[in-house]
T-cell receptor, first 119, second 111 residues
């Protein structure tokens, strides 16, 4: 678990607040991901970054804004969230996304997640 | 949309028994992965099986893949209480690099 860290681990915020989630990977990977995990729903991919470039935005509302300043750090900026945005937000990294190598998939390493509650 | 669906949704067994979980998906894949998640924590990668492989082993884990039936199974032999967790399959469709996760199987192993 220490390969990918996430802070904070728990966050309670009001609908008018602005907060940020942080993810850091110490594995030398090139790709990083944000996922949302809600109760009784499949893990939802939100964003993918490869070599700091966003390669995937899975129709995520604009109240979620990702930022990837370098290959080791990934942020998720939150503003004017809704109660239904309450979930576990997971960050992951992988060696690559596979897109450059005929879509060979790589295993993903996950952080422990941030449990977000929107009141 | 392509999605792995695990079966059963929940499974309870005694220590020492074997646990089998199944995953079905809809479209052709590059490969299939299995992950484990302890309650409220991040996922841990268990095993990756490529579309041209039929069976793979890792310790007490055995994964099979049947691309003709678009299904995979995860077998945990001689289960332990510490195996209690949710288990997810994840697939990637051909010509994409996105992993699509299923809803998971919740495994409870009683001492």
């Amino acid at each position: 678990e220490t390969g990918v860290t996430q802070t904070p681990r728990h966050l309670v915020m009001g609908m008018t607040n602005k907060k940020s989630l942080k993810c850091e990977q110490h594995l030398g990977h090139n790709a990083m991901y944000w996922y949302k995990q809600s109760a009784k729903k499949p893990l939802e991919l939100m964003f993918v970054y490869n070599f700091k470039e966003q390669t995937e935005n899975n129709s995520v509302p604009s109240r979620f804004s990702p930022e990837c300043p370098n290959s080791s750090h990934l942020f998720l900026h939150l503003h004017t969230l809704q109660p239904e945005d309450s979930a576990l937000y997971l960050c992951a990294s992988s060696q690559d996304t596979g897109r450059e190598k005929h879509y060979i998939s790589y295993e993903q390493y996950f952080g422990p997640g941030t449990r977000l509650t929107v009141t | 949309s392509q999605q792995g669906e695990e079966d059963p949704q929940a499974l309870s067994i005694q220590e020492g028994e074997n646990a089998t979980m199944n995953c079905s998906y809809k479209t052709s894949i590059n490969n299939l992965q299995w992950y484990r998640q302890n309650s409220g924590r991040g996922l841990v990668h268990l095993i990756l099986i490529r579309s041209n492989e039929r069976e793979k082993h890792s310790g007490r884990l055995r994964v099979t893949l049947d691309t003709s039936k678009k299904s995979s199974s995860l077998l945990i032999t001689a289960s332990r209480a510490a195996d209690t967790a949710s288990y997810f399959c994840a697939t990637d469709a051909r010509n994409t690099d996105k992993l699509i996760f299923g809803t998971g199987t919740r495994l409870q192993v009683f001492p």
